[in-house]
Structure formats: C-alpha cells, structure tokens
C-alpha cells in the first residue's frame, strides 16, 4: 500500500488548532470583537428657517412711450440703451397741423369775445329800457339768453385753446419716468396715431430691480401654522434678508428685502407671488432674468440637525438614520427632514434630544448588533458652506 506524504506546516497548524479546542479557546480568527462607531449625541439648536423660491426679476419702473397725437415722426433724439431723464424729448412729431389748429382756436376765441362785447351792451340797453316800457319783455328776455350764450362761446373757445396746446405739446414725446431706454419701434417717417396707441420706445427703470418669485400656497399655510404653534420665531417679512442666486450659479453680491407676499393665490397653478427688491447699480441684474432667491423666514429654536455622513437613505428615499441605545444596541430610525443646514440635516422627526447617532464606522454597525460608542471627530465645516 502506497501513502501520501502529508505537508508538516498542514500538520502543525491542525494540531494547534486542536491544542486550542481543548483549552476551551477560540481560534484567532474566530475571536469576536465588539466594533467601535463614532456617534454624535443630539441636542435641540436654534436654525433659521429658509425656502429657495424661483422667478424672474422685473424692472422697478417700466414706461411704455406710446403717441397721443397722429402725425408724421420727423426725429429720434435718443441713443437706443442709453440713459434719459424724466421729461427729456424722445421723439419729434410734425407739429404743422396742431400749429394751425391752435391758431384756429384763439381767432375763435377772439370772435365770441367781440360777440361777449355786442351782447352784453345790448342787454344793458334793454334792461333801462324794459323799465319805461320801450321795449318788450320778451325783447329784454332774448337779450339776456344771448348774453348767457355769447359767455358759453366765450368758455368753449378758450377750452379749445387749451386742447389745441395740449396736443401740440404731444408732438414733444418725452420720458415718463427716468430710466434706461430699450429699441425704437418706429422710425422717423413713421406714422403714429393716437387710436391705435403706436408703441414707439419703452424706459424702465433698473436701479433698484424687483424679483417675483413662486410660492406654493401649502408651503405658506405650512409657515403660518408653524408660527401660530410657537415652532417658529419671526421678526416679520421686511427684516427678511434674501440672497439671489444668478442662472450660472453664482450667488448675487448685493442682498435684498422682501416687499410683500400676495394675498390671492392662482387657482391654474396654486401658487402666490413673493416680491422682493435688490440694489442694481452695476446692472447685472436685467428685467426677465430666471433667478433663485433664498430667504430667511424665521427661526426654528428647536431644531435637531445630524450630519450628512449619519443619514442614508433606501431605494424609496426615506431618510435613515443608526442610533446607538442605551444597552449600546443598535437601531434603525426613519426620518422625516425639512431641508439641509451647512453640513446637517434638519430632522422634523424620528428623533430626539439626548440620542447618539452614528456618524462614523456606520459600514461596521447593523441593526440589533452590540457596538462601542465613542465621541466622533467631524472636520470643521468651511465657511461658505457654514453660511448655506
């Protein structure tokens, strides 16, 4: 019969095995541990409440220059985008018919003042002479009515003056408002009428700009039952401060205050309109600007943030979060979140004051197992995320 060698390092290791069996002690590599976790121990932190809305920015002023006379446009005495006063002429309409309509007026002014003249010598005359029955009086009586009458023509011609000079000065368009001026709609050559309101130029003004942003109205029912439960704190809408978001990204340099919020909610949309009002003295910010705009509705004294690295989520995306207890098990929790603070997550439920969240070694920890707790070490936050 022919037997196989057997290798010495295979023989030695079956007997030191065995040698450990018998002594009643665990192989090294069947020797358990209790692994360590780093927690963070909750405790209630005061953080402000904010909302990230969307809209567009509008200008503070926007005038659309349109004609209040028909006429022939003779010139533009503007640079199209450039920046005009209040009352500085933009355009010259041919002001030749108006001229003579004016002229027309004052000689019709002039004749029912010579008719005012006639009419009252004659009532005068007939008023002494009803008295010795030299006249009749009903003479007496036309008298008067054509004096009344010759004072009426006297008033309508000097109305008519006043109309006539007032659509000659409309052949001056001029700036409603001080602003920056956009495209010319017409030429010179152009005709213009009064009718149809021909739209010739537009002034807005730039500086200060608003921005009118989208709110949901359950997100401001949600708001105002927070703050009639005491939850939150406000100082109210003016002190709001509100940062503005550009569409590349970048976070505006100048910050604004919020206006109002409208009281009527869209029915097609069920939304509200927020305003707000920015400085704009570089003009970066351009009426029809998509912006996002963060602002600070109040402060929440309660609050309970855990940091990012302690909250995962499943496939449904509920928010999860491992707690040690205090038999030093651990626990699964769900969360309900309300948003992000700097590096944390603002937890509405599922926690509470006092419980040690893990937020380091949450690869080694699984539900109902037996871990060693020990204070976390989180790197300091950066400042711009700090400010978030």
């Known amino acids: 019969m022919r037997f196989k060698r057997i290798p010495y390092r295979l023989i030695g290791i079956t007997t030191a095995a065995l040698i450990a069996a018998g002594c009643g002690e665990k192989p090294p590599a069947m020797a358990s541990h209790t692994p360590e976790v780093g927690v963070v121990t909750l405790a209630s932190v005061a953080v402000p409440v904010t ?16 004609a209040r006379v028909d006429g022939i446009v003779l010139r533009r005495e503007f640079t199209e985008g450039s920046v005009v006063k209040a009352g500085q002429r933009l355009y010259k ?14 000689a019709s002014f002039a004749k029912a003042q010579a008719n005012l003249v006639s009419t009252t010598a004659q009532a ?25 009458q010759a004072e009426a023509d006297v008033a309508a011609a000097k109305a008519a003056i006043d109309a006539a000079q007032i659509n000659l000065g409309h052949t001056d ?5 001080s602003g920056q001026t956009g495209i010319s709609q017409v030429t010179p050559g152009a005709y213009v ?51 503005l978001i550009l569409e590349d990204g970048r976070v505006y340099p100048e910050q604004g205050r919020l206006q109002f919020s409208d009281v009527t909610v869209d029915p097609s949309t069920g ?3 927020v305003r707000a009002i920015f400085p704009n003295k570089d003009r970066v910010l351009l009426p029809g600007m998509f912006v996002r705009a963060r602002f600070e509705e109040g402060v929440n004294p309660n609050a309970l943030v855990v940091p990012v690295q302690g909250v995962t989520h499943d496939q449904k995306g509920t928010a999860l979060a ?5 038999d030093n098990k651990v626990a699964m929790r769900p969360l309900v979140t309300s948003g992000t603070h700097g590096q944390n997550w603002v937890v509405e439920s599922g926690l509470n004051p006092g419980d040690r969240v893990i937020v380091e070694g949450i690869d080694k920890a699984r539900p109902g197992m037996d871990v060693k707790a020990v204070p976390a070490h989180l790197p300091e936050a950066p400042a711009s995320a700090a400010g978030a």
């Open 271 to 273: 939304s509200v309109t």
């Open 193 to 243: 009428q009064a009718a149809q309101a021909t739209w010739m130029a537009t002034v807005q003004q730039l500086d200060p700009m608003y921005v009118d942003l989208t709110q949901s109205s359950l997100d401001g029912l949600r708001l105002r039952r927070q703050i009639q439960e005491g939850r939150l704190s406000t100082s109210g809408p003016n002190a709001a401060k509100v940062t």
């Open 93 to 106: 309409i041919d002001p030749a018919p108006y001229i003579a309509q004016l002229n027309n007026a004052k």
């Open 51 to 66: 909302s990230e809305l969307t809209g567009r920015t509008s200008a503070f002023l926007d005038a659309q220059v349109r």
């Open 124 to 148: 005068d005359r007939y008023k002494v002479l009803v008295a010795s029955n030299a006249v009749s009086k009903q003479d007496y009586d036309n008298a008067v009515a054509a004096l009344g």
């Open 322 to 326: 491992m707690v040690v207890g205090k």
């Open 173 to 177: 368009v001029t700036a409603p408002v």
